[in-house]
């Protein structure tokens, strides 16, 4: 099964508007995370919210997290050019022990036009 | 600030060559992993490493990958005999603290091309 489905594939926006990418994920989750990576670069951690958190909140970055539709979105607001990049959220599975390996989306593109 | 590196940057090798691709984990980091990309696909998990040993690894992580931490301070990946399909971008990460409520802070990668 997928886990960590974002949607949309790819976004366009004017700089100044607000960007909402969603993911949706199939088994129970300890946390879900959201990372950024510029084209062709590494992967830089942007927020991370715990499975009994429903919101939070990070300079630009808004996140929510519904357990019970498995989804979570992110929402930059008063985009720059800047966050031009492409957006994953990953998650940690439930399972105890020592497995925390991340589990990424395929992604969500996002191109903010200046 | 601290980050994690990665060497080389770039590594191309021939089909069925061995390649180790090096990590420098952020120093007071306890917590491993390695991740590759397919050039267009999603980042995947290979492995996870504490405390001297492999604590998690995927279905990918088959008996041509290992792990090591040699020396203390260097985290190296090693593919013993490479395949067309291993080209991708490898990324390590590493995690300070343990709890599972905590980032893993990326390198930038090493892109192997196997031909």
């Known amino acids: 099964s997928q886990q960590g489905e974002e949607d949309p594939q790819a976004l366009s926006i004017q700089e100044g508007e607000n960007a909402t990418m969603n993911c949706s994920y199939k088994?129970?989750?300890?946390?879900l995370q959201w990372y950024r990576q510029n084209s062709g670069r590494g992967l830089v951690h942007l927020i991370l919210i715990r499975s009994n958190e429903r919101e939070k909140h990070s300079g630009r970055l808004r996140v929510t997290l519904d357990t019970s539709k498995k989804s979570s979105s992110l929402l930059i607001t008063a985009s720059r050019a800047a966050d031009t990049a492409s957006y994953f959220c990953?998650?940690?599975?439930?399972?105890?022990?020592?497995?925390?390996?991340?589990?990424f989306g395929k992604g969500t593109h996002l191109i903010i036009q200046p | 600030e601290p980050e994690v590196t990665q060497t080389p940057s770039h590594q191309v090798t021939q089909m069925g060559q061995e390649v180790i691709l090096r990590c420098v984990p952020i120093s007071n980091h306890l917590y491993f992993y390695w991740y590759r990309q397919i050039l267009g696909q999603k980042v995947e998990f290979l492995v996870s490493?504490?405390?001297?040993?492999?604590?998690?690894k995927s279905e990918i992580f088959d008996d041509q990958f290992s792990v090591e931490r040699p020396d203390g301070s260097n985290f190296t990946l090693k593919i013993r005999s490479t395949k067309l399909e291993d080209s991708a971008m490898y990324f390590c990460a590493s995690r300070a603290l343990a709890g599972r409520y905590n980032e893993q802070f990326f390198g930038p990668g090493t892109r192997l091309t196997v031909l």
């Open positions: 088994t129970s989750i300890n946390n």
């Open positions: 490493f504490y405390n001297n040993e492999i604590s998690e």
């Open positions: 990953a998650t940690v599975g439930a399972a105890g022990g020592g497995a925390d390996g991340l589990t």
